[in-house]
Every structure is written in structure tokens, then in C-alpha cells.
């Protein structure tokens, strides 16, 4: 089965500072989304990616697929307590367009 | 708005007693609907594939008598989690993609206590 690691695992980044999660596959990626969750409520969807290089923003999130398809990051830039939160990224499986392989987690904390 | 919703966000029930979970499609039809359930501080598990008018396909290791999946229109699935224990405490979340907008959205998520 696909496995999904994500790093960090938590990350405390000052209000305004940059900020990178990874997420790595062991397979080839199909499609790669990424969301956004406060614990204990719904996920917030961020951004989908599928081609090999594309990159996607908005506001201050941008995702990127490497060309292999086999890695992802988002980058934060001038980070906000508003962007605090457990990020997820989510694979999509073989043959199934809407069945997700979800990543471990990674939990942001922004200080003042 | 949402796009997905679930009912109830928060339920309680006695040890043994059943609940049912539902997730709806508001806007769109969805053929195929999941179901995970996410443990504290940890990531979504896939629990099961919610298929419209036909069985649900189980991930392994998910009791399909322990939780049954329904999907009797293109808009709405339901969990029903049987004889509940406090083990199945958790965190029930399901999602169905939308795949003219290459989207999946995710339901609110509903917490079950079992006392």
C-alpha cells in the first residue's frame, strides 16, 4: 500500500516567518491534495496537484509536485496565527479518483 | 457553504446501543462517498468505501458487521455503528469527490462518545 510521511511532524514558526511542510510517497503520486484541519472538525481543502512540476498558490500557500510525482510541499509565506492548524496531504489511490492515502500530520503552531 | 454535511456532530450513547451517522452530498451527486475515522493526534484512516446501490468496500481490519455502511441515493451514506464500545470513541469523518471541480470535499466530522 502507498505510504505517505510528512515532515515535520509539528513545527512553532514566529508570526511572519516562512514555513515548509514536505510530503513524501513511496510510490508515484496519482494526485496529491493538500487540506488543512483544526482537530475535531472538518478538513479545509488547500489545493490539488497531478501533473509532474506543477505548482499552485493561493493567498499565501503555495504547493508544489516534484517532477518524479513522488514529493510535495507547501510553503506558508509571512505566516499568521490564522494559518495554525494540522495540515494533511492526501494521496490519491490507483483507480479510485476520490479514495484518499492521508499523511501523517503535521502540526503548525504560530506565536506572536 | 458546506458542500458535504454530516449529522450529528456530536453524539452520545450507551454501551451496546447502535448510531447512525449521516453524510450528504448538498449540491452535487455522489456515487461515492468514504469514511474515515481519525484517532487523537493522529491522521485519517480509511475505514470503508460507500458505494450507491451496491456494498460497501471495507479496508482491512474495519469489522463490516461492527459498522455498517449505507448508501441508498446518490446524495446520502450512513454509518451505523452497532453494539458501540467505549472503543469506538472516536472521531467519524466522511468525504465524496466531486470530480467535475477534481475536488474532495470532507464533512464537518462527527465525534461519538460511547459511555
Known amino acids: 500500500s502507498q505510504e505517505l510521511e510528512q515532515s515535520p511532524q509539528s513545527l512553532i514558526v514566529q508570526e511572519g516567518k516562512n514555513l515548509t511542510i514536505n510530503c513524501t510517497s513511496s510510490?508515484?503520486?496519482?494526485?496529491l491534495y493538500w487540506y488543512k484541519q483544526k482537530y475535531g472538525e472538518g478538513l479545509i481543502f488547500l489545493m490539488m496537484?497531478?501533473?509532474?512540476?506543477e505548482e499552485k498558490s493561493h493567498e499565501k500557500i503555495t504547493a508544489k509536485l516534484d517532477e518524479k510525482k513522488q514529493q510535495s510541499s507547501l510553503h506558508i509565506t509571512a505566516s499568521q496565527p490564522s494559518h495554525a492548524g494540522i495540515y494533511l496531504c492526501?494521496?490519491?489511490?490507483?483507480?479510485?479518483?476520490?479514495?484518499?492515502?492521508f499523511g501523517t500530520g503535521t502540526r503548525l503552531q504560530v506565536t506572536l | 457553504g458546506a458542500v458535504v454535511s454530516q449529522h450529528p456532530s456530536w453524539v452520545i450513547c450507551k454501551s451496546g446501543t447502535s448510531v447512525k451517522i449521516e453524510c450528504r452530498s448538498l449540491?452535487?451527486?455522489?456515487?461515492?462517498m468514504f469514511w474515515y475515522r481519525q484517532f487523537p493526534k493522529q491522521s485519517l484512516m480509511l475505514m470503508a468505501t460507500?458505494?450507491?446501490?451496491?456494498?460497501?468496500?471495507?479496508e482491512q481490519g474495519v469489522e463490516k458487521d461492527k459498522f455498517l455502511i449505507n448508501h441508498a441515493s446518490l446524495t446520502l451514506s450512513t454509518l451505523t455503528v452497532t453494539s458501540a464500545h467505549p472503543e469506538d470513541s472516536s472521531f467519524y469523518i466522511c468525504?465524496?469527490?466531486?470530480?467535475?471541480?477534481?475536488?474532495?470535499?470532507f464533512g464537518e466530522g462527527s465525534w461519538l462518545t460511547v459511555v
Open positions: 510510490k508515484t503520486l496519482y494526485g
Open positions: 449540491d452535487f451527486q455522489a456515487t461515492t
Open positions: 468525504s465524496a469527490g466531486r470530480l467535475s471541480e477534481n475536488t474532495i470535499y
Open positions: 460507500s458505494n450507491e446501490g451496491s456494498k460497501a468496500t471495507y
Open positions: 492526501g494521496a490519491v489511490r490507483t483507480g479510485t479518483a476520490s479514495k484518499l492515502t
Open positions: 496537484l497531478q501533473k509532474g512540476g
